[in-house]
């Protein structure tokens, strides 16, 4: 009977699990397409991501062989409706995760109108009531091609064949569904010229504003502080001189007080030294006197 086939990952986990924009992203494809779990994006990431490492490598060969396996890829690309007719390999290198995302049963139900949401076209894919031309297939993920495409439907044998059940869209709930859709797509063509339409005032004036801010000098933190630190220093300088001045005033009036004392000290010393005078005289002449006195008498 022979070796059972080996089981190989057929997908490839991202390099760094905790990266906050890709963790954002697989959220909201998860959410856009109806995914069960993140290992389904990296399915679809891997088979695209194969798909580009072989345009990468026929893009630097040479011969007939790598002409041969370009037009191949080209071709097998074509068919699965992920670019048309006259792509080059730089449209291949340019695809992306949601390119690859359109071409699931899951995401084609749902553009067919067989389905409300991708969570109810998985539900039906799942429970065996879709078939791809004769074939019932069980797999959200199977890529439908250009062909194939057409021939995606119910079951035979599925009660959602019968477009009278009510999970089925009516024709009203299908032009309710389409207005709706046109009036989004038309509110963000709108919201866009809007966006576009700026009148000339508008940018002469942003231009104005633009050159003030580059013409306005940018002051760093540590030039301010240098400058406090300058007039705190330049402050204390006018303090010290002025504290300084006031010194050499004080003293200056404490030298002249002295010299009127002595004035007004020197007047009453005169007077006491002209009142001693005649004391100092009659002192002096009393000897004399007496002895002229004595002198007569003997005399």
């Known amino acids: 009977m022979g070796d059972p086939k080996r089981i190989r990952k057929k997908y490839e986990t991202p390099r760094h699990p905790w990266i906050g924009s890709r963790i954002q992203e697989e959220k909201q494809l998860k959410k856009e397409f109806g995914l069960a779990n993140k290992k389904e994006i990296w399915k679809m990431g891997t088979y695209l991501k194969r798909f580009k490492d072989r345009a990468k490598a026929l893009i630097a060969q040479q011969g007939a062989q790598a002409d041969k396996e370009r037009e191949q890829l080209i071709n097998r690309m ?8 006259g792509a080059t390999f730089d449209d291949i290198l340019g695809l992306t995760i949601n390119d690859i995302m359109n071409r699931r049963l899951q995401t084609i139900m749902v553009k067919k109108n067989l389905a409300r949401s991708p969570r109810q076209a998985r539900q039906m894919i799942t429970h065996r009531h879709v078939v791809v031309g004769d074939t019932v297939v069980t797999s959200p993920s199977y890529l439908v091609t250009v062909e194939e495409e057409a021939s995606v439907g119910f079951a035979t044998r599925s009660p959602f064949i019968s477009e009278q059940h009510p999970e089925r869209f009516s024709e009203e709930e299908l032009l309710k569904k389409r207005a709706k859709e046109e009036a989004k797509k038309k509110k963000t063509t709108e919201g866009e010229e809007e966006i576009l339409a700026f009148d000339e005032k508008d940018i ?3 231009e104005v504003l633009v050159g003030e801010k580059k013409a306005t000098p940018i002051v760093k933190a540590d030039d301010v502080k240098d400058e406090e630190e300058a007039r705190g220093k330049e402050a204390a300088e006018e303090s010290k001189d002025e504290e300084s ?7 200056e009036s404490k030298g002249e007080g002295p010299k009127g004392g002595e004035e007004t000290t020197t007047a009453p010393d005169a007077q006491t030294a ?3 005078q005649p004391a100092q005289a009659q002192q002096s002449k009393t000897p004399s006197t007496e002895r002229a006195q004595n002198a007569e008498g003997e005399q």
């Open 78 to 85: 074509v068919r699965l409706g992920l670019i048309k007719h």
């Open 204 to 206: 002469a004036e942003a």
């Open 245 to 251: 001045a006031e010194e050499s005033k004080a003293e």
């Open 274 to 276: 002209k009142q001693s």
